[in-house]
């Protein structure tokens, strides 16, 4: 799972990322919001300090982090302490799941995939964005990871992993799709949104859980 220590003593720091990058942040965002119903119940799988669930309307959120779930909280987003593979809810209690930059943080993706797929309803939505990892910018996370204090520990995944654990969680794929097309920090603009997955460095996929 996340290592709380980084994301307990760095929260605000990690918050304020989204601010010193805010074209890279509006690029995602405008990608999974493209991706995410904007109807029914949902909820965010490592929630953290709340940027897209507060964008999205996402009511509640799930995280590690309790200086994180902290600042989710004053964005109007009520927060669960829980591990992405052992969620407290009811089968088929959820429309919608999100899960953006967190399946590179947990120790077993599928178990916590198959926990999204129990917790949704039939037909319900899962969306996942994560950074590929064998783009542009994923590279360059992964050679630098060990100097990050927030991606030291992580996984990271290509769309194709991805595509194939939420196939093994019995998901359904319905769209793919990219943005992000040069290093973090020479993206001044918002960047174009493209179906598939062989440009971009940051991915969303929509997902389906069908009986």
């Known amino acids: 799972m996340i290592e709380q220590s980084p994301f307990e003593e760095h929260a ?19 990608l999974i919001s493209g991706l ?4 029914g119940k949902g909820i965010e799988i490592g929630v953290g300090t709340g940027r897209f669930a507060q964008f999205l309307k996402i009511k509640e959120g799930v995280d590690i982090s309790k200086k994180m779930m902290e600042i989710a909280e004053k964005r109007g987003i ?3 302490f829980a591990h992405a593979d052992s969620l407290p809810f009811k089968d088929n209690s959820y ?22 797929y129990r917790i949704l309803a039939n037909n319900g939505v899962i969306v996942v964005g994560f950074v590929d990892k064998d783009s542009l910018i994923g590279k360059n996370y992964q050679k630098k990871k060990y100097q990050n204090k927030f991606y030291k520990n992580a996984t990271f995944y290509n769309s194709n992993e991805i595509v194939s654990l939420l196939e093994r969680a019995n998901f ?18 918002l960047q174009e949104i493209k179906d598939g997955h062989a440009d971009g460095s940051f991915i969303g996929i929509k997902a389906i859980k069908t009986c």
Do not use: G, R
């Open 95 to 116: 429309n919608n799941v999100l899960m953006v930059t967190t399946i590179c943080f947990v120790k077993d993706p599928l178990a916590a995939l198959k926990e999204a």
């Open 172 to 189: 359904k794929i319905q769209k793919i799709k990219q943005t992000l097309y040069d290093k973090s920090e020479n993206i001044t603009e």
């Open 12 to 30: 605000k720091e990690y918050d304020n990322w989204f601010e010193k990058n805010h074209n890279t942040y509006l690029s995602e965002l405008l």
């Open 78 to 80: 009520k927060t669960h």
């Open 36 to 39: 995410f119903p904007a109807s």
